[in-house]
């Protein structure tokens, strides 16, 4: 069948108008996002037509070409980055006035911030250093990916020396308190040491960390559970952008306290925590309260695996049991030394719920903790203790060493956060130092160190001081050392150096 005359004719310019339409929306988007582009009369004729644009005051100077409207706006979005998504304040929709607002400031036009810290990871770290920094007077945004309240792998010990670094009591979450401890190696006689007051504080992290995060947002933090990060972007300017599942905070500093394998440290280029220690525990209920026998103290085992212990930790209706050691020796056996643990103080092995294990991260020497506005804390930098595996107490001490830093890295006083660092390794690090030369010590034979805890009254006493914050590792190990030496036979010489060489005196 014939065409008829002309058709050929129409059906072009009707591509051509298609193309011409087409060409014209990337601008299009561009100017609904606050952003002008200006198109060759005859293609924004088009989009006028449509009623999408308006005609430009005046046009370019005759002779003069002008680069082709679509690809110039394509160029020009893709500098943008990705469309930056704003929530209501209630959660749900989108304030189109904000995302154009967003969209000039990643053009160039604004350099405000969203907020000026996001902290990702709500545990005692994160928690207490957005705190800590909104009390300065910052605006804070707390991000976790877990639903509060939420549970931990953890025996939710808080020590003294972690309670004092509050500001605030945290007796509305304790729900034992522990002055005495009953020590055993393997199946030996066991001994127990009263301590003449409180070491610990006994609560479940579920509880401890949700009334952190209630006292951070008393301060002015903005706390949103749920959220997943999924990156974390640094921009020429130094700012940051933090994307979760439902959109991007834009800040100036990131606080990263989101574990060791966490997502803000892999994506600013912090090294990872060592993983060299491995634990399994769960909690066996006691609805009628928990036995007298363990009430009060904690109960520790010492022999039964490599480099570490098992441990039943009293709680208000149910207590918590667990073993942990050296990942490489360890791991395979933690299931049958969790076993043996509940047979050798009578309890139901079957009973145990939410069993669970872990591993704890351990600081490699020289880690970097800072950069220019970002930093880690708790487990992300790798500080638990060597020692005891205890993490809790490292976490407020570095959740509340950060906070000057950023404070005055927002003032503009400081171009990074190195001071953060430099407080850490002046005031922390060589106790950590002091208690991997104990932990060593401990490797070669627990049996002399847990003797000492037993029978030697000032270490037992300096121990106890050490829990408590008055003393600490350096102290302890000053008095471990001569002792280790005439205790420890042939590897004492090689116990004493690592002591002498690793923890300095005075």
């Not at 979760?244 to 060791?260: E, F, M």
Request: proline share 6%; net charge positive; hydrophobic share 40%.
């Amino acid at each position: 069948m014939a065409r008829p005359p002309g058709a050929a004719a129409a059906h072009r310019r009707r591509v051509a108008l298609r193309a011409q339409r087409r060409r014209a929306r990337p601008a299009l988007r561009l100017a609904a996002r606050g952003i002008a582009v200006r198109l060759p009369a005859r293609r924004l004729a088009v989009a006028c037509r449509r009623g999408d644009a308006q005609p430009p005051d005046r046009r370019p100077a005759r002779g003069r070409r002008r680069p082709r409207a679509g690809r110039r706006a394509r160029a020009a979005l893709r500098a943008l980055g990705p469309r930056r998504v704003v929530h209501r304040a209630d959660g749900r929709g989108w304030r189109a006035g904000r995302a154009a607002r967003g969209a000039r400031r990643r053009a160039g036009a604004c350099r405000v911030t969203d907020v000026d810290v996001v902290v990702v990871g709500a545990g005692p770290g994160g928690s207490t250093a957005a705190r800590a920094i909104a009390a300065g007077g910052a605006s804070v945004l707390l991000l976790d990916r877990a639903k509060f309240p939420r549970d931990k792998p953890c025996g939710g010990g808080v020590t003294v020396r972690g309670a004092k670094i509050l500001p605030f009591s945290i007796d509305p979450v304790v729900e034992d308190v522990v002055t005495a401890a009953r020590m055993r190696v393997r199946e030996r006689r066991e001994v127990t040491r009263d301590a003449g007051g409180p070491l610990t504080y006994m609560t479940q992290r579920r509880r401890f960390d949700a009334f952190l995060v209630e006292k951070a947002q008393a301060c002015g933090v903005e706390f949103r559970d749920g959220q997943t990060v999924t990156d974390v972007v640094r921009h020429a300017d130094g700012t940051f952008a933090v994307r979760t599942k439902d959109g991007v905070h834009q800040s100036r500093v990131v606080i990263g306290a989101d574990g060791a394998n966490g997502v803000v440290g892999n994506r600013l280029g912090y090294e990872a925590p060592g993983e060299s220690a491995v634990a399994l525990e769960g909690n066996i209920a006691f609805p009628q309260g928990v036995p007298a026998e363990f009430r009060g103290k904690v109960t520790l085992n010492f022999g039964h695996l490599p480099g570490g212990y098992g441990w039943v930790f009293p709680k208000g209706d149910h207590i918590n049991v667990g073993v942990g050691g050296w990942k490489s020796a360890s791991g395979p056996i933690l299931r049958p030394a969790l076993q043996r643990l509940c047979l050798t103080y009578g309890l139901d092995f079957d009973a145990v719920t939410h069993l669970r294990g872990h591993h704890l991260p351990m600081q490699r020497r020289g880690m970097v903790m800072a950069a220019a506005g970002s930093a880690v804390v708790g487990d992300a930098a790798g500080l638990v203790d060597p020692l005891s595996g205890e993490g809790i107490t490292a976490a407020l001490l570095s959740g509340t060493a950060v906070a000057p830093a950023v404070r005055d890295y927002l003032d503009g006083r400081v171009a990074t956060l190195a001071g953060y660092q430099a407080t850490l390794e002046r005031e922390y690090l060589p106790e950590f130092e002091a208690s991997r030369a104990l932990m060593e010590i401990f490797n070669v034979n627990p049996t002399p160190f847990v003797w000492m805890l037993q029978h030697l009254g000032p270490f037992w006493e300096g121990a106890c001081r050490m829990i408590r914050g008055e003393v600490d590792y350096i102290d302890l190990t000053h008095v471990a050392g001569p002792v280790s030496y005439a205790l420890l036979g042939p590897t004492a010489k090689v116990s004493r150096l690592i002591t002498s060489r690793r923890v300095p005196r005075g």
